[in-house]
């Protein structure tokens, strides 16, 4: 089968190809004319230069696939939505959707997120039919405000009949292929030492590679119009940093950062950001990410109706670990 995958040099859309590639798919990645496809070097792919912004282009690289898997996204730390994220996140979504009528692609699956679920308000793990209640929380931050968008479009398309779409929505990830890194980046902070804090937020883990077969699974034996979360464990950020700690052999974080602690320092960022113009590692918003303990979901529909397995969180953090230190 011939298959197309936008943002395969990213973490999730290099272990899509890899696994496609794996699968006996004849697999097609798209790229910027400035995109480093270093990540993939020696797995058998077709990289077409075809940009989020040039829908000429992606109705070319779709031309002749089943699937086409959309996991391309601007990530961004800015509090409110860009000129930027709105031309990648929605803007480019819109374009892909487009390009798949007009190539006559079968089925789409579109790669959303957890933070375009919802949180959790009582402890119970959000599921599909969750309410998006970000803005109600003031986490409707520029990065999760686009995604929630841009799923909503892609299902709109399909409630309108133009398209037949699926859409995933990953945990955070960790795995192999993560050049950048992106999420990597927490472990390689533990092995050298340098986390010292942690805060009492949690996050929905998952091994990476797990979801690329849940995009695989969603394609074909998700149904029409249907979302499927595609997380693992719902974890503190202090047990993740355990976690870590012991696959890197070091001490995880050792100082729980209190609360009160994080106004003032994500003053100083939000200030830094209007300033500058700049994205800022911590902000107000990035702290209550981080003290948030309702961001966590259930994978169970992508169980039941997928077959899906998620895997295990240490082998993502392992296979990371090992992919990182081979680069």
């Known amino acids: 089968m011939k298959v197309a995958i936008t943002g395969a040099t990213g973490l999730l859309g290099a272990n899509l190809a890899a696994l496609a590639v794996e699968a006996g798919h004849q697999v097609v990645c798209t790229r910027r004319a400035s995109s480093d496809t270093s990540v993939l070097d020696g797995v058998p792919v077709t990289w077409v230069e075809a940009g989020l912004s040039d829908p000429e282009a992606l109705v070319r690289a779709f031309d002749g ?31 892909v959707v487009e390009a798949c009528i007009r190539a006559g692609v079968p089925r789409l699956v579109h790669t959303s ?53 699926v859409v995933v929505n990953p945990g955070f990830m960790f795995g192999p292929y993560d050049a950048r890194p992106s999420s990597g980046r927490m472990i390689v902070e533990v092995a050298a030492g340098r986390a010292r804090v942690f805060t009492r937020g949690r996050n929905c883990f998952v091994d990476a590679r797990n979801v690329a077969q849940g995009l695989l699974l969603a394609a074909d034996c998700g149904k029409r119009g249907e979302r499927y979360i595609l997380g693992d464990e719902n974890l503190t950020y202090g047990a993740i940093f355990e976690r870590i700690g012991h696959v890197v052999g070091r001490p995880p974080p050792k100082f729980l950062a209190p609360r009160w602690l994080s106004y003032p320092v994500g003053r100083v960022g939000d200030l830094r950001e209007w300033w500058t113009g700049e994205e800022q590692a911590l902000t107000s918003m990035t702290l209550a990410w981080a003290y948030t303990p309702g961001f966590i979901a259930s994978h169970a529909k992508a169980v039941r109706e997928l077959g899906w397995d998620p895997g295990s969180v240490d082998a993502g953090i392992r296979a990371c670990w090992d992919w990182l230190r081979a680069r």
């Not at 949180?119 to 686009?146: F, H, K, M, Q």
């Open 65 to 95: 696939c089943e699937r086409v898997f959309h996991c391309a996204a601007m990530t961004s730390l800015f509090r409110s939505v860009t000129p930027a994220l709105e031309a990648s996140n929605v803007a480019g979504t819109d374009h």
């Open 113 to 165: 997120s957890t933070v375009a679920v919802g949180i959790s308000t009582d402890g119970v793990p959000c599921d599909e039919t969750t309410r998006w209640n970000l803005p109600d929380l003031g986490l409707d931050d520029g990065y999760a405000t686009t995604k929630r968008r841009s799923e909503e479009n892609v299902l709109r398309a399909v409630s309108d009949g133009r398209i037949d779409a």
